[in-house]
């Protein structure tokens, strides 16, 4: 599953979700398919997601928004872990995950 | 009448590095996509104007990233006419100003809003209006640009309202600064 703009691209492998570009989207309806794909990997019940974000340079806030309310979902199935990769060389990526692992802390986050 | 919220004084002076820029509502028909250029454009120029000890990728990402969301707000709520966008830098700090115009009703709801934001640490106000956003399928989102500015960059943030004449709205002034590192 694939989704992809002049700005972004987003799609999946298996369990792993991949985002690169750059993602200012409106507000939860204009990322609603983009959640739609989450939801479908999340659906499979797989034992471990990745949230891979090491190529998706700039985030809006309403895209964190995306991130925290699949990590909600995720946090309602303890039997499907998560983990998400970011870059320190993306400097949103350093400020805003650690919120993430607040909603879950069972989340594992390696930012390098 | 003008009312105050948050922190409305500036601290850069003559001495700053300043930039001004209008986006004109009419020829531009301002949208969107406005915002991200016009954060990125700014970001851009004042990371190549940063001194020693602060890093230009992270000062254009956090100038970027707080431009983009003050004026995500500016262009959803704005009540017609330009929006101006003043910008300066001295030493570590850059503070920006961001003017639009707003109508009424829109101006009672966000001071009523933004009364609750003060009242509270944005860290752990944040994270409460992402749960409630995943709890409720008609949550449209908004409302988490303030809070992500206020806790993960730890941006100061104040607001003015103008308001001369009914008809005309309310004349809305967005403070905004960072310490760049």
Known sequence: ?112 | MVEDFGETTAVNGGDARQFCLTLNAEPLELSWHHCGLTSDFIGEYFSRACGKGIDPVDARHSISYMINEILENAIKFRHGGDVVIHSSLEDQTFEIRIVNRIDQETATKFQVHLKALLEREPGELLLERIEENALNPDSTGSGLGLLTLMSDYEAKLGWSFTSERVSEGVELTTYASLRLS
């Open chain 1, 1 to 112: 599953m694939e989704i992809s703009t002049n700005d972004y691209r987003v799609w999946t492998e298996g369990s792993d979700i991949h985002y690169e570009g750059t993602m200012r989207l409106s507000g939860t309806d204009a990322y609603a398919p983009i959640l739609e794909i989450m939801n479908s990997v999340l659906a499979s019940k797989p034992e471990l997601i990745t949230m891979d974000l090491t190529s998706l340079e700039f985030l809006n806030s309403s895209g964190i928004n995306l991130l925290a309310k699949f990590t909600i979902e995720i946090r309602k199935q303890p039997e499907v872990g998560v983990r998400v990769l970011g870059s320190k060389s993306i400097p949103w990526q350093s400020k805003s995950l650690r919120n993430l692992q607040r909603l879950h802390p069972a989340l594992e986050l390696t930012i390098s």
